[in-house]
Each structure stands twice: as C-alpha cells, then as structure tokens.
C-alpha cells in the first residue's frame, strides 16, 4: 500500500489532477532540494530539473516565478528587461506567502495565487524533465510542453 503524500506534495498532486494532467507526484527518501540532488535522486541530468525560483519585483513587489533548466543561472538583468523592472530576491516568508509552498519544494503549478511565470527555453532540449511537488522530497516528471500548458508560462531565454 502507498503511503499518502504530506501535505503540500498532495497539494500539487490536486494541482495537477484539477489541471487534467495524469502526472504522479512521487516522494523519495533523498532530498531534492537543490538541482544536483534532484538529479541525483530521479537519475537524470542536472539540465532536466525545472527548478522553480522566485524573483519580486523591486518596483510593484509582485512575484515573478522563474522556472529554469537546472544547469543554467537565471541572467537578472535580461529577467529585467522581459519584465520592464529590474527584480530581487525575496526573503523565505515572501516566497511561502506568494506561492504556499517553502524554499526547496516550489512547485511550477497549485500556487496561493496566480504569479507572472516565466520558463527558460532550454528545458526544450530535453524529452522528459522533473520538477518540485511542493516538498523537498518530493517531484514529478513531466515534459516541457506539459509545463507551458500547466503554467501559462512565456517561453524564453533567461541566460
């Protein structure tokens, strides 16, 4: 019998099937809280982690959700150009309270609230990637294409 889901990994999993998507959020024994762990933990390449990262905006404070390939750093100053306002890194508490959800288990969907989503391009090089389920134990795989539907997000060059 499978164990249930902690809580926010269940989040996502209701995310995911309120979406219509079939994807099954899985929880490891090791930690994928960074992108080397993740990939370590699933058994693929660092790139094909979508890791989630929060930025906010200097001017409006809103949330902006970054979600990179994992071997890449997100350029802030071309992040500040697509988005018209140069942007910052939030505190912890920020980012719990704009997505539900705690540094190290982002998710890309299931958000308190809908956030400006951007998503770098060079997830598309791969046929099948991973991402947080709202837990630092706790991903699910997907492909790029499921992600721009789950997310509504742009698609661009964040390097």
């Known amino acids: 019998m499978a164990m249930p889901l902690k809580p926010s990994a269940q989040r996502v999993q209701d995310a995911l099937a309120t979406r ?3 994807h099954r959020v899985l929880e490891l ?3 994928t809280r960074t992108s080397a762990e993740a990939a370590a933990a ?3 390449s660092v790139g094909q982690i979508a ?3 929060v930025f906010q905006g200097k ?3 809103r949330a902006i959700l970054v979600i990179a390939s994992g071997s890449n750093r997100v350029n802030e100053k071309r992040l500040a150009e697509l ?3 140069k942007t910052q890194r939030p505190d912890a508490d920020f980012v719990r309270e704009q997505t539900g959800f705690a540094i190290g288990g982002v998710p890309p969907l299931g958000h308190s609230q809908p956030l400006v989503t951007m998503i770098d391009q060079d997830l598309w090089q791969y046929d099948v990637i991973w991402a947080a389920a709202g837990h ?3 991903v699910f795989q ?3 294409d499921d992600l721009a539907q789950m997310t509504d997000g742009q698609i661009v060059a964040i390097t």
Request: some cysteine; charged content about 10%; glycine content about 16%.
């Open 51 to 53: 890791k989630s990262l």
């Open 142 to 144: 997907l492909t790029p």
């Open 136 to 138: 630092p134990h706790a």
């Open 29 to 31: 024994s090791d930690s």
């Open 42 to 44: 699933v058994g693929c």
């Open 59 to 61: 001017v409006s404070g």
């Open 20 to 22: 219509g998507f079939a």
């Open 83 to 85: 988005l018209g306002e």
